[in-house]
Nanobody, 115 residues
Framework: QVQLVESGGGLVQPGGSLKLSCAASGFTFSSYAMNWYRQAPGKEREWVARITSTTIMSNYADSVKGRFAISRDDAKNTVYLQMNSLKPEDTAVYYC????????WGQGTQVTVSS
């Protein structure tokens, strides 16, 4: 069965950095694009970043462009999200996602940006 397991969240001060990981299993990881989403308290889940398979192209939401970087290691079946220059408004639960075409989600990892 498909499993996505996120890790790497935590508490960080404004301006700091975190790197999230998502370990995937149960499907041919290298064949699929992967996404990161986030959901802040009281808000809808929003798309953050996407990385394709094969051609390895990435796209970002305007709110994180220039600060976040998505990457993947197909040998480890893992997708990453490097988050730099973090702001309090980046506080959210971060989820990785794959569309097979059905959507699968991990359990999420909490990121809190606060002084």
């Amino acid at each position: 069965q498909v499993q996505l397991v996120e890790s790497g969240g935590g508490l960080v001060q404004p301006g700091g950095s975190l790197k999230l990981s998502c370990a995937a299993s149960g499907f041919t990881f290298s064949s699929y694009a992967m996404n990161w989403y986030r959901q802040a308290p009281g808000k809808e889940r929003e798309w953050v970043a996407r990385i394709t398979s094969t051609t390895i192209m990435s796209n970002y939401a305007d709110s994180v462009k220039g600060r976040f970087a998505i990457s993947r290691d197909d040998a480890k079946n893992t997708v990453y999200l490097q988050m730099n220059s973090l702001k309090p408004e980046d506080t959210a639960v971060y989820y990785c996602n794959v569309r097979l075409p059905r959507d699968y989600w991990g359990q999420g990892t909490q990121v809190t940006v606060s002084s």
